[in-house]
């Protein structure tokens, strides 16, 4: 059960209203790696959790937070539209930064919100649920969040140095150090469960479901062999269950593919005939 | 530039037709985090790199395995949807195992591809582009394909046990083996990033853009501390740069959220004659 | 700023685990008319109100509890995803029930979220932000807020009649009244706004812009006149401005549809060539 | 069975072309609430209908209307075309207005469909059946279509307002008339229902399935008590059935959420060990 | 401008309900290649057609006549649905058709449409434009129609043997009947449009646009040679103006691919640092 | 089985960086008939492939070909971005190209990819599966080729007028005559199966199954006779089993649509109290 209070996180004025910047925050409230993205995620996660009290905590605790971020970010967007020149088309054959703005906003900000944030990324695609992930393993999960805390904090930082405007910059100041929370809370607890479990995920598989004579080869697919010089082409593997190779010649082992002719009620082009050409 | 050889990387011969398990297979050619995501995801992740050409190597020969992967789950599915009995919809009142085949196999199979694969998950949901991640960070990229590598083995492992069949386990025991060098050699190539940039990604944020108050705390917003117990809650943060704190009762520091009024052209309710109800 | 209780709105038990029903359930949870997609509505229109507070704190109120909704609905898919047999392929030659589950049940249920909810419809297609609606009119947005609950507790009756399980059929009686106290508030508050402005949304357009010959006529563009005895069809219409009436063989005021030839860069086929055929 | 007559029910003559107001267009056009969108939702609910015919001509002689209306929209937007500066890269260092538009308008336009209307909405997102409604309950179904022409009708007016030319207002002129119309019918007709059934959708629900306890009363979930001063928080509710009723403290009647821990084969993290940590 | 006569093309009437059967007709209405799509496509190339009036006609002919056929088989999918075992949970354990049946029919048929057609392929993904073709260059667009047509009878066909429901024979021998039609005029304007125009499409690109080196060579890219038999890699090319050749070793014409690093903004992984592990 | 040679297919070098351009250019790379489409068709189209082996390597080398096409266009792209303006907000008001490219380029080049392409079409929307074919028919696929490749060239053709880069340019030109190759490769191919099968997709369709009478007639949906003009309206038929007919006053053949009510249990507005108004 979820409570809402009438106050921002953090504060979510910008200095003068930028229609062009409030499309491109879209991105970080309807993108991908967005504020409904790791919303929905944590709370997904958080629900289908089977497992350890203080891991439930963490999750929820941080979907909830993730709940307000929209928040805020929504009036950011909603306050950046203030003003928003959609009204004054001819003057636009004068001024390049009002026709850059008249060209540039997404129209839904004009014509479908009313100067409101939207459920969309920066080109105008509205979220949907394909991008967040929820798999009842937590540490593959938290492997998720890591990786989502750090798609978005590269972006937030991308943003802020795509503005001058001081109101913007505050509040993203306020977004990378909470980001920065983010990243370090899922790396110490991705640390916790990989001492546990060890590093690769499942680690509920029994060795015997595994061809191991293929589980630590790096196959030179592509020309040249650059990547023969990593630390993931010999040595120990992480896991510590196996030494890395590298094999300049990948062999086939599965032989040609040659699958049965369709039976007739298909209606496929019928292959016996064809052959006959 | 490509180049295709005929052969199968591994042997995708299932013991005997199962068009309900092609339907589940789909999920890890088609899906989230199913083969043609992480080759087009690679693949992209390789063509935009602009650093070091051990990783771009690395990138490269690993997308250009997983089209090989796709190529050996398509054969499996198209295998295992021989003699799949579209045609015998009487005899289903008979028999339970046909009438669970004629309900449950994707109608794709039947309808739409003649019995071969579909760029689809296991829903019938078709693949698409918001799946992938290539941001131009490798550091927060790698952490993407650690992620993809996790989610892939688990669905992998999931389907093992979903199956009798010799031949299918054979082909996932090589799924299996491949997944857990992707994920070994995605954490080495992450441990070595880390150690050179440390663990919050960007890396190249100045510490003066951020709010650092805020970088460190782990925030209750959900009822109960269980939360405060775990690593996260205390002690040097993996970054070594702060000190986790808890705050069992987040403040607010935004203040109201309060918007200006539309203005008349967007045809909003009028605010006014509103608040004189 | 959000914040959560560790407790369910209502009790989600079902007596029993029903893998069928999860996937049924799921319409209720990310269905076009979903918990998501009411959740979602009712924070953007309240995050982009600009108008009157008692309005605002309406919809905050009812899009937060949605949320809690989603929590309860998520919590029972979980639980009725106890025990499936997805480990029992064999046995399902003997049994037309496991028979019915394995070909029925959502695989992702199985495969993708560990027998957790998924963020998807009942047919596995995932939710997506185009099915909300926040225009920043709040007649408008109060007529989709009304038509959503109406749906979605069509829905819910539609599954309440679909199972014998006690303990869903209770948590489902909780939504249906929950559905009626929305559904009659937003009703409630249409009438307030409907009596202060008038039925025509938006009120703000002036007379001049509305070519009003055309306002109040059912042209009836479909063979037979069925529709001429209807309240739509003669008498006052509901807004009070004007007659309907009803014209049985409608008038084309546009004159025959003729486009220029497109500019040869566009390499369309060359219309006068294609003229003289 | 259709036929179509080879003019357009309103003339669509712009006095001059403008590619940028031709990507807005495509708002009404392919839009959640554009003409596509009325026309097959109310084709499907008339080919789904199994009532009473007037509703049902009424649905087909509106749902047929829309056809038309998607033609003169896609007409217009053709001519907003024509001229489209999309060979004249260089001019646009000059001219603002060019570099406008080159910016600006949907780069569909000139690739894709050779200077003609698209089926996409302003943002050039193809339009999806995701946004139509057909539920079989023509009370509901109603309800969404006065939604529809709500949120149609205030785009609208939007677009009106965004543009100096003549001939697109009067087509506008004309969309806002039997916009007029479309809301005012379905008013009409969902008086007569609602008088019949009764306001609760759908009517058919035995009070025994419902927990009436809490039907109605609105839960202050959200902090301050704005909402208590509406009519939808004390008084009779417009069902006539019960008394509205405000509770500031909302209860939680669920318990906590707990889940079984999933079985081995699911390869989640084992929650057993997660606890010992 | 359309109309509406209240009898369909053709009979619409199954001997018996079969609401899995409803399932896999959806996608002839709403998949890739269903009437949904024919309907739209030949739409939109209408309205969009800048050329001469035979071939406009055609098109709206033909696009007319589909929107008939949708709702021919939305009308069969009504009827199939009549009887639905909705509501008839426990027996299933005892009858395997009515297992398959509740496991296997579209739930949106149970939940969301009230045992009506929805707008969806076969697998419950809703319809979305991106399906559609209307480039303005008619000759590409009728190759589109043809492949339409051809995609769309092989599913027809491939539907008509998975019953044995006469009634639904006749309605899909219709619609054989008139995809043969559809196939067959879309052929023939084909062939006048390349007896003008010759084969290559757009025929409007001037001879020293093209690196006509490259323009009539198969590479192989793939191991084996199997495609030099073909009537593809020798002799005249079918638009008479080069000779096919076959190269077994394709050179790379376009050197290494090596991008410039991003600027310090982008926050990449900095590639120099990153060099000197 | 893949491998990757680092070489480009065909140089990618522009002259000079132009962001509004590489967003346009994401047309042909992740677009309905870019080469992420042409690639995926292709490889689907082999794998799925269970005749003739000529045909089948035909198709393989193509679709090989075409992932070489995506590194190439993905290039140029990246390279396109190089020194884009994102970050010289306030230069925008004084130089209009400038303030074209700001509102012009696509967000997700700045924010999400780091400068790098994106698998997106030129409108931002993510490429998406549902674009693809790949039905078990080869003669149904070809034409499904032979229309990709007509698209596609045309797109290139209009993307080469719009640049003056001769880099760009270049680039384009090889891609013209690569289309030209293809178009002719699958024409040659489509001869050879329809002197084999004839023209009517699927060629196994028993003349019994088909309501002959409807097979080669064409019908007058649509005011206007211009269509009776063409070769499709009289003499005999591309396939030469029938003769053209037209048809100026379409017959219904079917009757009125007429279905029973639905059942109670699924609470659609009852009919027979509606019929009582």
Not at 13 to 37: N, T, V
Not at 110 to 116: D, P, T, Y
Not at 249 to 261: C, I, T
Request: aromatic share 10%.
């Amino acid at each position: 059960m979820f409570f809402h209070r009438k106050e921002l996180q953090f504060h979510a004025k910008p200095d003068r209203p930028d229609p062009l910047y409030a499309k491109k925050l879209q991105e970080i409230l309807g993108g991908q790696f967005g504020e409904i993205s790791v919303a929905m995620q944590y709370l997904f996660q958080g629900w289908n959790s089977r497992g350890d009290a203080k891991y439930k905590d963490l999750i929820m605790d941080t979907g909830t937070e993730e709940i307000g971020h929209c928040e805020m970010i929504a009036t950011m967007i909603a306050r950046l539209l203030d003003d928003a020149p959609v009204h004054e088309q001819e003057a636009a054959a004068k001024d390049p930064m009002i026709g850059a703005i008249m060209g540039g906003m997404n129209p839904h900000h004009a014509i479908v919100s009313g100067l409101g944030a939207v459920p969309e990324n920066s080109a105008g695609v509205p979220w949907n649920a394909g991008y967040i992930v929820a798999s009842g393993n937590i540490l593959a999960d938290f492997r998720a969040n890591l990786n989502a805390e750090s798609q978005g904090r590269l972006q937030v930082a991308r943003l802020y140095e795509m503005t001058e405007d001081r109101g913007i910059k505050e509040m993203l100041s306020f977004l990378l150090a909470r980001d920065t929370m983010h990243q370090n809370q899922w790396y110490a607890a991705i640390k916790e469960l990989e001492e546990q479990q060890g590093v690769t995920v499942p680690a509920s598989v029994p060795a015997e479901w595994e061809a191991t004579d293929f589980s630590y080869t790096l196959y030179n697919f592509s020309e040249g062999e650059e990547a023969k010089a990593g630390s993931w082409a010999s040595g120990i593997s992480p896991d510590g269950r196996g030494t890395f190779s590298y094999d300049s010649e990948p062999a086939a082992y599965g032989g040609k593919q040659e699958l049965n002719p369709p039976p007739p009620y298909m209606h496929s082009t019928p292959p016996l005939q064809v052959k006959k050409l």
